[in-house]
C-alpha cells in the first residue's frame, strides 16, 4: 500500500494495522453491491485501503458531532503560595475531559503571571490592576519558568514554582495569578488553550475585591473566539492582568490599558470620522489612529475597523460575572481619564481642552462628581432606545389568497405610549406596507404595496383590510409568505432623528397543499449578538423571515443603479450576507445600490467590513443542520438578469455555488464551480468531492480545531 505523506500519517497506522485484513477483502469487492450509502468513498468503483485512509482523515479531521473528552483538557489552579524566597508556587490540575492527567510531552506553553489589585477607593468602585513581573521595557510580561518548573504530584495534579521573586508589600490586597497553557492532544497541528485564573491574599484573608466587569462570552459573542498574542491568549480577566493603567507601547506611546484600548479599537477612528463627522464638537474622532507596535514589531492598526452597533451601547461588553453582576454597571459609577477617553479622544485633560470649558483634570478623584451615574446613562443612552420613541405592534390577523385572486389580509395597527396601548391607522404612522412573496420553498417573486386609510376599510374592533392591487398568478402553487412593516414618524431625541418600528409579522399561507413555512436556516438572535438592531431599509425591515422574501435568489439591485453603473449585483440573501462578512477578505469587490438619495445613486462598498469572528464557524450565523450539501430540494439558481438594453441573463450560480462562492470569490474557483456542471447536465455535482466523507470535505477545509 502506498503511504500518503499527509500530517495525519502517523497517528493512522495503528488504525491501519488493524484494519488491514478489513481493507484487504473490500478491495475485492466492488462498490455497487453496496447500498447507495457506499463506504466508496473516492468513487473509484472499489471500497479499498485508500477508502479506510480517506475514512481516518475525515474522522481525524473533520468537525466532529461532538468534541472527544479524551482530546480535552481542563485546567484549574487549586492554591497559591509564597514562601520566604518571595518566588509564588502554584498548585493546579491539568486533566481530559474525562479527569485523566494530561500526558506533559503534549504541553507546548506553560507560563504564569500575577498581578495585584490596588484598591483606590472601594467605596467608590475604583481599583485597578497592577502586574509584578516586567519586561526589559517596562511592559507586564509572564515568568521565565516553563515546564522545567512543574513538579508532579500525581493525579494529573502540578506544582510551579516562579523564577520570579516578587516583593509583596500590601498582602492583604487581592493577587490574581493567571496561566497560559497551550496543547495539542491528538497530534492534529490545532493547539487547545487552557487560561486558568485564581484570586487570593497573601496574608490568607478572605477575598472581597475583585475585577470582572465582562466576560469572555461577552467578548466571544462576535469574536468567537477572541484569541492574540499567537492565540494562547484567550480569555478577558487574563488579559487585563496585564493591561492596566501604567502600561504603554514603548514606540508610539499609547495606552494599552484594557478600558482604553478596547475602546480605541472598537470606536475606530476612520469609521467613525467618514460616519460621524457632522458631530465635530462631541470630543470624539480624532484625526490620529490608534496605533501599537506588537510582537517582532509588527504594526496594529486599528483605524479600519467596522464596528456593528452603535458604540453607545456600553451593555454590549460591559456586562459582569456571573457571580459579580453589579459590575456591570462600574463603568458608570467610576469614570476614568483613560476610559472615556478611550472614546472621547479628542478630550485632552492635561491642559483642558474640549473638557467642560477647559477644566484641567490631573487624577480621576473628581471624575464621578460632574459625570454621575445617572447623567452617563442619560449620555449614552442610543436615541432609538429612548422611552420617547412609541412601541408599536402589527399584526397579521387573517389572510384569503387564491390563484387567480388578489390576495387580501386583514391587520390591526397599535402603539404602546406610557404602558397605554392603544389601535393607530395607517394615517397616524409614517410608512405601513405589506410583503407578498411565494413559493416558500425558494422565493421566486415579491411584491410590495404601500397600505394608506384610503385604500383600506376599518373594522368595528379596530383592524383593518387591505386587497392587494393585482391578482396572484393563476399558475401559482405552494405555500405563499405575507409580511408586514410599520415604522413611526421621525422624532427628534438627542439631536438625532429617530423612528420606532413594529416586529414584522411573517405569516404562510397554502395556495396548493398543505401550509408549508419557509425553512429556517438562521437564528436571527445570533444576528443580534454583533449588530444589537438590525433595522433596515428606512427602519421599515427587520425581520429574516421578510429580509429573504425580497433578497431572493433572482433579486438584483438593478433599479437602483443609473445606465452607466451596470451590470446589476445580486441581492440574493446567502450570497449577499456571506459576501457582505467577507468584506476585506474579498478578492473581487461587492458594491449594492441602495435607496436612491434624491436622484443621485446610493452605492454601499461592503470592501471596509471588517468581520470579527471566524467564517469557517457556519453556526455563527446558522442553525444547526441547515446549511452544508446538497441544497434544500427546490432551491433556485441564483440570477442576475438586466432588463436595460434587453441584455437579459448576465450570470447564473447554481445554489450551492452561490453560497461558497462569496467567500472563496477568486477567478479560479468560480470557474471550478461553473465547470462542474457544464459537464453534468446541469447538476451541482459539489457533493461528489465536498460532501461529508470525501478528501475535500467542507467540514475537512472548514475544520478550526478543538
Known amino acids: 500500500m502506498m503511504a500518503r505523506k499527509s500530517s495525519w500519517y502517523v497517528s493512522s497506522v495503528r488504525l491501519i494495522g488493524m484494519a488491514m485484513g478489513v481493507a484487504a477483502f473490500f478491495c475485492l469487492l466492488p462498490a455497487s453491491s453496496w447500498s447507495d450509502v457506499s463506504a466508496d468513498i473516492d468513487n473509484s468503483g472499489y471500497v479499498d485501503s485508500k477508502d479506510l485512509l480517506l475514512l481516518h482523515e475525515q474522522w481525524h479531521q473533520a468537525v466532529p458531532p461532538y468534541i472527544d473528552p479524551s482530546e480535552q483538557a481542563v485546567a484549574a489552579i487549586q492554591s497559591v503560595s509564597v514562601p520566604v524566597d518571595n518566588k509564588p508556587e502554584v498548585t493546579f490540575s491539568l486533566v481530559d475531559g474525562k479527569g485523566k492527567p494530561v500526558d506533559l510531552s503534549k504541553v507546548t506553553t506553560i507560563r504564569f503571571t500575577i498581578a495585584r489589585i490596588i484598591e483606590i477607593d472601594v467605596a467608590k468602585n475604583r481599583t485597578r490592576y497592577q502586574n509584578y513581573i516586567l519586561n526589559s521595557a517596562g511592559q507586564p510580561t509572564y515568568d521565565s519558568g516553563g515546564k522545567g518548573n512543574l513538579t508532579a504530584l500525581g493525579n494529573g495534579a502540578y506544582k510551579f514554582k516562579f523564577n520570579s521573586a516578587i516583593n509583596i508589600t500590601q498582602p492583604n490586597l487581592t493577587h490574581t495569578i493567571g496561566a497560559q497553557i497551550q496543547y495539542n492532544l491528538d497530534g492534529d497541528g490545532f493547539f487547545a488553550v487552557a487560561n486558568p485564573l485564581f484570586n487570593f491574599r497573601p496574608d490568607g484573608g478572605t477575598v472581597t475585591n475583585v475585577r470582572e466587569l465582562s466576560t469572555t462570552d461577552a467578548c466571544n459573542a462576535c469574536h468567537n473566539p477572541l484569541a ?131 477644566i484641567i483634570q490631573a487624577d480621576d478623584n473628581m471624575c464621578a462628581f460632574c459625570h454621575s451615574e445617572a447623567a452617563l446613562r442619560d449620555n449614552h443612552l442610543v436615541p432609538r432606545n429612548s422611552p420617547q420613541l412609541p412601541a408599536l405592534i402589527a399584526e397579521i ?36 406596507a405589506v410583503t407578498m412573496a411565494g413559493p416558500t420553498t425558494d422565493y421566486s417573486f415579491d411584491r410590495t404595496e404601500t397600505i394608506t386609510d384610503g385604500n383600506s376599510t376599518g373594522n368595528p374592533d379596530g383592524s383593518r383590510n387591505y386587497t392587494f392591487n393585482s391578482p396572484i398568478d393563476a399558475s401559482a402553487t405552494g405555500t405563499f409568505a405575507f409580511a408586514l412593516e410599520a415604522r413611526s414618524a421621525p422624532q427628534t431625541i438627542k439631536g438625532e432623528s429617530v423612528r420606532s418600528s413594529a416586529p414584522n409579522p411573517v405569516v404562510y399561507v397554502p395556495i396548493t397543499g398543505q401550509v408549508e413555512p419557509r425553512r429556517e436556516v438562521v437564528d436571527w438572535n445570533k444576528c443580534l449578538n454583533c449588530h444589537d438592531v438590525l433595522s433596515l431599509h428606512g427602519d421599515n425591515r427587520n425581520a429574516y423571515g421578510l429580509c429573504i422574501m425580497c433578497h431572493r435568489p433572482g433579486g438584483d439591485d438593478e433599479f437602483r443603479r443609473n445606465a452607466g453603473d451596470m451590470p446589476p449585483e445580486s441581492i440574493d440573501m446567502k450570497y449577499m450576507i456571506h459576501k457582505i462578512h467577507s468584506g476585506r477578505e474579498l478578492d473581487g469587490e461587492y458594491t449594492v445600490y441602495g435607496y ?37 430540494a427546490g432551491a433556485l439558481d441564483t440570477v442576475v438578469t438586466q432588463e436595460l438594453g434587453g441584455v437579459g441573463e448576465v450570470w447564473r450560480l447554481k445554489p450551492t455555488s452561490a453560497a461558497c462562492l462569496t467567500c472563496h470569490d477568486n477567478n479560479e474557483a468560480r470557474q471550478h464551480a461553473q465547470t462542474y456542471p457544464a459537464i453534468s447536465g446541469g447538476a451541482e455535482k459539489c457533493i461528489d468531492c465536498h460532501g461529508d466523507g470525501k478528501e475535500w470535505s467542507t467540514r475537512k477545509v472548514h475544520y478550526r480545531g478543538l
Open 596 to 632: 436612491r438619495v434624491g436622484s443621485a445613486t446610493n452605492p454601499v462598498d461592503f470592501k471596509e467590513v471588517t468581520y470579527p469572528g471566524d467564517r469557517r464557524d457556519c453556526e455563527q450565523c446558522h442553525l444547526p443542520g441547515t446549511y452544508g450539501m446538497p441544497a434544500p
Open 397 to 432: 390577523l387573517d389572510v384569503t389568497a387564491t390563484a387567480g385572486s388578489p390576495a387580501e389580509i386583514q391587520f390591526r395597527l397599535a402603539q404602546a405610549v406610557n404602558n397605554v396601548t392603544s389601535t393607530v391607522a395607517p394615517s397616524g404612522l409614517n410608512r405601513v
Open 228 to 358: 492574540l498574542h499567537g492565540g494562547g491568549r484567550r480569555d478577558y480577566g487574563l488579559c487585563t492582568l496585564c493591561h492596566h493603567p501604567d502600561v504603554v507601547d514603548p514606540e508610539t506611546g499609547a495606552s494599552v490599558d484594557m478600558a482604553h484600548m478596547i475602546h480605541q479599537i472598537h470606536i475606530s477612528h476612520m469609521f467613525q470620522k467618514e460616519n460621524n463627522a457632522g458631530q465635530v464638537n462631541n470630543g470624539i474622532n480624532s484625526v490620529s489612529p490608534y496605533v501599537v507596535i506588537g510582537y517582532q514589531n509588527s504594526v496594529h492598526d486599528y483605524s479600519e475597523v467596522t464596528y456593528p452597533q452603535d458604540v453607545r451601547n456600553c451593555d454590549k461588553c460591559h456586562t459582569g460575572s456571573a457571580a459579580h453582576p453589579e459590575q456591570a454597571s462600574w463603568n458608570f459609577k467610576a469614570p476614568s481619564r483613560l476610559a472615556c477617553s478611550g472614546c472621547h479622544d479628542k478630550v485632552n485633560f492635561a491642559n483642558g481642552q474640549g473638557h467642560g470649558g477647559g
